[in-house]
DNA sequence: TGAGGATAGATGCAAACGCATATATAACTA
DNA sequence: TAGTTATATATGCGTTTGCATCTATCCTCA
């Protein structure tokens, strides 16, 4: 009742420019000459562990990067055996692994990661002031948690 | 200047959220049980050519569907052989092709826009009220709109 | 305690991807 | 207008992805 008519259309609108900026964004970060030695991809998984202080199970890994759990594993797989990221079962759980980053592999992060930051940062700010910068995250952080408890 | 020193880490939190958001409501969408006639990533090409009222060039859907060159060529060759999309050569400059929906694609945008559009008013409804979603919307269109000269 | 079911991650396999490059046509230049 | 360069798309190939399924471990409850 409260619901106007108009707000179907209102909020797919809202996701198609939602999903231009993403789109854009990352064609812009893809295009630069930052990504021999970590590919974009694994760079996501370098810094989501960079974040973690405690070593993170592959599932919880899986929360934050947008990869089937089968394309995730391998893909731990292959930075561990380059020797960025340590993985060794769980000791309080035989099924599981505990990830976490390497001297190697934080260094490697930090390495992408400041000259990345410099052009996210860029990036953002080409297009917004320091309010919007904060509406856009209040905003996507809002929508975000309306969802996080639904998926498993 | 007028540029406060905080501005970076506000940028990259921005960012961050934004990626987070999308992350969130991709996996909401593929969890759908709607993907079995196209894959989300097909639909995403014929929703944009749906929006297309004359042909369109593989260069300019390009720039609208986040793949490599050579994976939308061949995307829409799929497509093309599922008698989805129309491919015949530019007769104005024969190295181009024009694409457009045939019928039966338009049938098949449709069939599976209807529910997917309902989906996605409600998650984004579901974090976000009438004027948030507007906001949001102007944002991104914002942020996008101040990169997309920078590209070819 | 031990059988049945649930959960975490790994693996087989076909499909799809990106990179480099080939091909075909157009556009420019001398 | 012939030769050169640029543009639009296609193709070869090795890598990565997702789906289905497997294995190993844990949990529950009779």
Redesign the interface.
Known sequence: MT??R???A???????????????????YA?EDRWDEVSMREYDVLYTLSKCPAPVRLSELNR?V?LSQPALSRLVDRLAERGLVDRCTDPADGRGVRLSLTAAGRAVQQRAGRGH??T??R??????N?D?????????????????K??T
Chains 1, 2 share one sequence.
């Open positions: 619901t106007p108009v707000m179907p209102l909020a797919n609108e809202a996701w198609e420019q939602l999903l231009a900026a993403y789109g854009t964004l990352m064609r812009l295009a934050h947008l930051a410099r996210v940062a990036a953002m700010t080409a297009g917004l320091h919007e910068l904060g509406q856009l995250a209040a905003l996507c952080r809002k929508l975000a948690a309306a969802h996080d639904d998926l």
